[in-house]
Nanobody, 128 residues
Framework: VTLVESGGGSVQSGGSLTLSCSLS????????LGWFRQVPGEGRERMGV???????????ANFVKWRFTMSQNIAENTLHLRLQMSGLTPEDTAMYYC???????????????????WGQGTQVTVSS
């Protein structure tokens, strides 16, 4: 499983960013994909999790952290998960990671330790 992340960068306080994650050529029927963020010295904070079903090409969000929105879809044999962030503050500065796992239980119950595949991360920096 290879996760490709994009969309990080530097913005001023109040700005917006959209992070994108894709998983190509899925081999399991169902997946959980999620976005997490981490600042140095702290654990990974869950930002959003979604369920994907490759049999009927459906996807839906299980959990999204307030202030942010998430969209998800399956297209051309690729799973897509996007995290739309607005009203950003310096406290949102972190490394953001996409994670994936073949669904073993309700994706809404997944936490960081449950995911087996991780992207390399994309840095978000918000300046005041």
């Amino acid at each position: 499983v290879t996760l490709v992340e994009s969309g990080g960068g530097s913005v001023q306080s109040g700005g917006s960013l959209t992070l994108s994650c894709s998983l190509s050529e899925p081999y399991d029927r169902q997946y959980c994909l999620g976005w997490f963020r981490q600042v140095p010295g702290e654990g990974r904070e869950r930002m959003g999790v979604a369920t994907f079903d490759t049999d009927d090409n459906t996807a839906y969000a299980n959990f999204v952290k307030w202030r942010f929105t998430m969209s998800q879809n399956i297209a051309e044999n690729t799973l897509h998960l996007r995290l739309q962030m607005s009203g950003l503050t310096p406290e949102d500065t972190a490394m953001y990671y996409c994670a994936a796992d073949g669904r073993r239980f309700n994706c809404g119950d997944y936490t960081a330790i449950d995911f087996t595949h991780w992207g390399q991360g994309t840095q978000v920096t918000v300046s005041s």
